[in-house]
């Protein structure tokens, strides 16, 4: 009750009564300022936030299921097309039970650690359904279970992207047990280091909106190891290994396409103008990439092909991830045309010349790409070219400080990712029999064929 409703109620009583009701008028007069002073301290949710938020998330999980799962599937041989289905499937489901009992909390669990985020939040511990989580915004907040499930698709797709790097060869089991390692002792460390509030890169100063080093660099360190240990398919170089369907390939990268506007727009972590910045950013660099690999492509082979387009296209997503929410629409478009020609050295000459076999090109497209993309984010943010950096912001001080960040990254998911594939190798075996490989993973690994005549 406030002291205006207070006096308007005592106008038409006697002295009398004022004097007995006193007491009771200090008192709520006085209950007036803490229960003010409790609404500021403890703002609650927008709904429009959550709701922005709630379909961010959707769409990030629509990347996985159906959009990865159907766009590396076009990309393996029929032969091997359930088999990507199901391990995408079967990751995504693994990290969303792994995220809520401990994942979340190693990430984000409240530690003033530089590398991890403790135990405070394991199993969910002290969440409810009023409890929050800020925002980029003083005094924004979304409900903590939103930022749970938003994170949680991250922790989803990250994984599920190392695959493809060796697809066609690999043990079912030996990719379930190493997504639950690597997601342990890899990508929750370094997404706490890189967003958390005391994580060791954040507090150097790097900038990754949307996952530049924690997603891409990460998966595509991940799977070039893992193409290294686990060796080159079988007649690889000698027997017919294009993809069996650029269709639904390219039905996958749309997918992709779509699914990264609740990627880079709901990192923002609330609507409004940083959100709009990173959808349009999304636009124009995935654009400027496809033109710019199919260009490259027409110029080195004479044609321009399906395959170079969708290739451009995640290229330009990649890029553009880490930066998403700090450049302008023009340095999104330069850094889309720069990461192409890149990405098609390294997927048409570095791959070739050093005879690993990276099947979807993980390494080549996600690794480099990501890379690009940290770097560029160093520059573009710059105000001087259209970015959202501050006046004495620094191009030099910051491209040492991105650069010093991919290179954590790259060392830390290297050597443990290295580690771990043994590990696995060591408990269930990395590779399936040659027979089984021969006869294809749909078949010898799940009992089940994609296609029948």
């Not at 409790?38 to 159906?66: G, H, N, Q, S």
């Not at 039905?251 to 940083?274: D, H, K, P, Q, T």
């Amino acid at each position: 009750m406030s002291s205006f409703k207070i006096s308007t109620l005592l106008a038409g009583v006697g002295a009398a009564t004022v004097a007995t009701l006193a007491p009771l008028v200090a008192f709520a007069q006085e209950a007036v300022a803490p229960a003010a002073e409790v609404a500021a301290a403890a703002p609650l949710p927008e709904k429009a936030d959550t709701a922005f938020m709630y379909i961010a998330t959707i769409l990030v999980l629509f990347m996985v299921v159906p959009g990865l799962a159907l766009f590396y599937g076009g990309l393996v041989r029929a032969k091997n097309m359930l088999s990507v289905l199901m391990q995408t499937t079967m990751i995504a489901a693994v990290m969303m039970l792994v995220w809520v009992t401990y994942g979340y909390s190693f990430a984000f669990g409240g530690s003033t650690s530089a590398f991890f985020g403790g135990f405070g939040k394991l199993f969910l511990s002290g969440v409810t359904v009023d409890s929050t989580s800020a925002t980029f915004s003083e005094g924004v907040v979304i409900p903590e279970y939103i930022f749970i499930c938003f994170q949680m698709t991250f922790a989803c797709i990250t994984p599920a992207l190392i695959i493809g790097a060796f697809a066609e060869r690999i043990r079912f089991s030996a990719v379930i047990l190493f997504t639950i390692l690597w997601a342990t002792f890899v990508y929750f460390p370094v997404a706490h280091m890189v967003w958390d509030a005391n994580g060791y890169i954040f507090k150097m100063g790097a900038l990754d909106f949307a996952g530049g080093t924690v997603v891409h660099i990460n998966a595509g360190i991940a799977g070039l190891v893992g193409a290294i240990v686990i060796g080159q398919r079988t007649g690889f170089g000698k027997d017919m290994m294009a993809p069996h369907s650029m269709t639904l390939t390219m039905v996958g990268a749309a997918m992709l396409w779509v699914g990264w506007f609740g990627f880079n727009a709901g990192s923002n972590l609330e609507v409004g103008g940083g959100a709009l910045l990173g959808t349009i950013n999304t636009f124009v660099a995935t654009a400027a990439a496809i033109v710019s690999w199919s260009l490259v492509e027409n110029f080195a082979r004479g044609k321009a092909s399906m395959l170079g387009g969708v290739s451009g296209m995640v290229a330009g997503l990649v890029a553009i991830t880490p930066a998403a929410g700090s450049v302008g629409p023009m340095g999104a478009i330069v850094l889309g045309l720069i990461v192409s020609p890149i990405c098609y050295f390294f997927v048409a000459t570095v791959k070739n010349k050093f005879g690993y076999d990276d099947t979807a090109d993980v390494f080549g497209i996600h690794g480099v790409g990501g890379i690009i993309g940290a770097l560029g984010t160093g520059i573009f943010t710059a105000p001087s070219l259209g970015g959202t950096g501050g006046a004495d912001f620094s191009i030099a001080g910051q491209l040492v400080t991105q650069a010093t960040a991919v290179l954590i990254t790259i060392v830390w998911c290297g050597v443990v990712s290295f580690i771990l594939y043994k590990i696995v190798d060591a408990i269930v075996g990395l590779r399936v029999p040659v027979e089984a490989e021969r006869e294809g993973l749909d078949l010898s690994s799940h009992g089940e064929a994609a296609y029948h005549s």
